[in-house]
């Protein structure tokens, strides 16, 4: 409980010198009547009923006390536990060409990667994530949101491009331009291949130094075991065909921006880069404690109001009886 205009108080003050004075005033009449032969005939007349008449002030001052305090508006307290969380901006860019139907993860890769992704999305509460897939071009299939359920969806139902060549730059600048328009403290780009860069216009170095201009930390997953084998039209005929990843230009995308590259050779090793991403890009959150106030001078105002009605009532009814008799 506390007081919200506590200054009001300080209008007990005068009220207390005027009632002081008041009663003090009506005790020197008192006295004076009291030893005179009129007086003693009056209280001989009216008796105890007299003790009555000072029930209309005592219900005005009560009326004026409870008045004060309504004014200096009482307030009870409702606490609850707040999270103040300041998110990443995060935007996950993966390779859905051909060559993710390998059978070295379980059923596939783009299967696996699915998941993990959508398991990852699910870990960040706080961030806004933003969802790009790639192939020969670069297809944004969310923008930054945190809308968890609908971009688990999206990934969960990402199925493989018809193109079978990898655009690892052009999947790059893509998710970079998701975050030019970021204000977010830290920006991460997570990128998932099991290629290596052979189509598109944009160079990924050239695309990783944009990165690193704007301040994106950029993380590089290569997929896939390394005796990997990517079926395909090929395939079909000649056997499976190898899927190299080139782990070089992985490397030099994320040193050249500050983040890290990370080979997942199996499901579990591809948790656990997902984790170790998740560790190393904590956004900041801070608990604390909100103390929010309700109003509670109704109560005061309706004791006013009531003692108030209770003087005119007495004046009004049985007082004038009283003083008639």
């Not at 009291?34 to 009555?52: E, N």
Request: aromatic residues 8%.
């Amino acid at each position: 409980m506390r007081l919200a205009a506590p200054w009001w108080l300080l209008a007990l003050i005068p009220l207390a010198i005027s009632v002081a004075y008041l009663l003090r005033a009506r005790e020197s009449r008192r006295a004076f009547v009291r030893y005179s032969l009129s007086g003693v005939l009056r209280g001989f007349s009216r008796g105890p009923r007299a003790a009555f008449s000072e029930l209309p002030l005592a219900l005005r001052v009560l009326a004026m006390v409870f008045l004060i305090v309504a004014l200096a508006r009482p307030q009870g307290a409702l606490t609850r536990e707040t999270f103040e969380a300041e998110g990443i901006d995060i935007v996950l860019a993966l390779d859905v060409s051909g060559s993710m139907k390998a059978n070295d993860f379980k059923p596939n890769r783009l299967a696996v990667a699915r998941r993990v992704a959508s398991d990852f999305v699910e870990g960040r509460p706080h961030d806004r994530i933003g969802y790009v897939t790639f192939a020969t071009t670069a297809i944004t299939r969310s923008p930054l949101t945190i809308d968890q359920a609908a971009l688990r969806q999206i990934i969960e139902g990402t199925g493989f491009s018809n193109e079978g060549s990898t655009a690892i730059g052009t999947a790059l600048a893509t998710s970079v331009n998701r975050l030019r328009e970021s204000e977010a403290k830290s920006k991460v780009i997570i990128l998932l291949t099991d290629g290596q860069n052979n189509a598109g216009e944009v160079d990924p170095l050239t695309a990783a130094e944009l990165a690193r201009t704007m301040g994106v930390r950029v993380y590089t997953i290569g997929a896939g075991s390394r005796e990997g084998q990517s079926p395909g039209l090929i395939g079909r005929f000649f056997g499976n065909r190898p899927a190299p990843v080139d782990e070089d230009q992985l490397t030099q995308i994320a040193e050249a921006t500050g983040g890290q590259y990370f080979r997942a050779e199996s499901e579990e090793a591809l948790e656990q880069v997902y984790d170790q991403i998740s560790r190393l890009e904590k956004g900041k959150i801070d608990a604390g404690v909100v103390r929010q106030y309700r109003e509670a001078f109704a109560p005061w105002a309706l004791l006013a109001l009531l003692c108030l009605l209770g003087e005119f009532i007495l004046r009004r009814t049985w007082l004038q009886g009283l003083a008639g008799a």
